[in-house]
């Protein structure tokens, strides 16, 4: 680290900007000291590219446009705790013998993919992040996630879950949260968390269809179908086309997922329920997908995009905020009073969601 | 003394507690060394972690402290992993 000022090199990289937020409010000053120090160069550094000196690349702003092409380099940790381990793959190399390693940069590839070819979206800050993805983390953690500037995906403990990489749609739900943290930054608790949440289901299952060729109506809408080992009574993590009915099993418990309003769950837990909530505006989006027909990520995906990507969603927006930005971008690119809006406000109002 | 986690979050969203007492067991000493550096390490609110990651709380005689993955120490790893596997 070249370009860090001194600073903890903890706090230089790995944390997002809302954990540095709260930490920079944090008693402890030995939390709170370096968080503030970090947000105020971060401060400095916005407008010019932040990425680069984090990668220690060139500081200069680039002046050719970013490649079409990914630039993918997959690690294993080796089943420990280490970020990011031992490169096992770089862009453009042959596969090799590890399934998970081949899986990951497939999925890497695809999740790519979709955001250049259906948004235009250069990887996940839109200007070209190398996609950089640790795999074998810890001894069989039965967990996958985004650490604020790479995924990390456990093996599953061969009981509940398999290896995280299994499920495409996973891969696109942690690099979703990557989007999503360079664009809205929704705060990762409540409401603004389970839009976060939300986000990367929404993105993850397109990924998925934009893979398989599938229409809204040949969709399954499950996140994480096969990931669960087959002892589990459940076919999928969450559902959006039919929330709280991915899983009903003695060992998990049932899938506590609303699909409206009326059975919002309010709870500490899950950083305030954000696995739990995000039920709500994912079924907003199967309705308004399967209501307009058609593939996916063309009308409903570019809708709910333009409205996380648009520069009006806040850090800290509610349900129906977003809810009043996809009707503006279902207005705007599509037309008043066409079918889009029409679907749009139909799919809000039907989970109960008020558009504020 | 008794520990007790809960860890909940996770890219499934599914909660685990789990809980094990020390007193008779013969590597109790182990048990309790473990615990306090792993309580001492520990945060009194919780903290948001990143997208996805693992929230635990953590309790120790009636003491709770919080943690999140991935800044966990290898003592509040250690300790979580194995009253998640060992307890009950």
Redesign the interface.
């Known amino acids: 680290m070249t370009n860090n000022g001194g600073l903890e090199p903890v706090f230089c990289t790995i944390v997002p900007p809302h954990v540095l937020d709260k930490l920079a409010r944090n008693e402890d000053p030995a939390l709170s000291g370096p968080a503030r120090r970090t947000l105020v160069r971060d401060a400095q550094e916005r407008g010019r590219r932040r990425v680069s000196a984090e990668f220690g690349l060139a500081a200069a702003p680039r002046a050719k446009a970013p490649s079409d092409q990914p630039l993918r380099t997959l690690y294993d940790a080796g089943h420990t705790t280490d970020l990011p381990g031992t490169e096992v793959r770089a862009e453009g190399s042959e596969p090799g013998q590890d399934a998970t390693v081949n899986r990951a940069y497939s999925g890497l590839g695809a999740t790519f993919d979709l955001y250049l070819k259906a948004y235009g979206r250069h990887s996940i800050d839109g200007d070209g992040l190398p996609l950089d993805a640790t795999v074998h983390y810890d001894e069989n953690y039965g967990n996958a996630f985004w650490n604020g500037e790479q995924m990390v995906f456990g093996d599953g403990d061969g009981e509940i879950f398999l290896d995280f990489t299994i499920p495409i749609d996973v891969i696109g739900h942690e690099l979703t949260h990557g989007v999503t943290q360079y664009t809205a930054n929704l705060t990762y608790y409540g409401q603004p968390g389970a839009l976060n949440e939300s986000m990367s289901d929404v993105f993850g299952s397109l990924i998925k269809q934009y893979t398989l060729g599938q229409t809204a109506a040949e969709a399954d809408w499950l996140i994480g179908a096969g990931l669960l080992a087959p002892s589990v009574t459940g076919k999928a993590l969450r559902s959006m086309k039919e929330p709280g009915s991915a899983y009903d099993d003695d060992v998990l418990g049932k899938d506590p997922q609303p699909a409206t309003m009326d059975d919002y769950v309010r709870t500490g837990r899950d950083n305030g329920g954000v696995h739990i909530n995000s039920g709500i505006p994912n079924h907003a989006f199967y309705l308004a997908a399967t209501t307009l027909g058609g593939y996916a990520w063309e009308k409903a995906g570019q809708i709910w995009y333009d409205a996380l990507t648009g520069g009006e969603l806040t850090e800290r927006a509610f349900f129906g905020d977003f809810a009043r930005l996809t009707v503006q971008a279902a207005r705007e690119r599509f037309g008043d009073g066409g079918e889009e809006l029409q679907a749009v406000e139909k799919a809000w109002e039907q989970v109960g969601v008020r558009v504020l | 003394m008794r520990i007790q986690v809960r860890r909940?979050?996770?890219?499934?969203?599914?909660?685990r507690h789990a809980e094990v007492n020390t007193s008779g067991r013969p590597d109790a000493h182990e048990w309790h060394a473990l615990a306090e550096k792993a309580v001492a390490e520990g945060r009194g609110t919780?903290?948001?972690?990143?997208?996805?990651?693992?929230?635990y709380q953590l309790t120790v005689d009636g003491r709770t402290v919080y943690a999140a993955?991935?800044?966990?120490t290898d003592e509040q790893?250690k300790l979580i992993?194995r009253v998640l596997k060992e307890g009950a």
């Open positions: 909940t979050g996770g890219f499934a969203g599914i909660e919780p903290p948001i972690g990143v997208p996805d990651g693992f929230s993955d991935p800044r966990l790893r992993s």
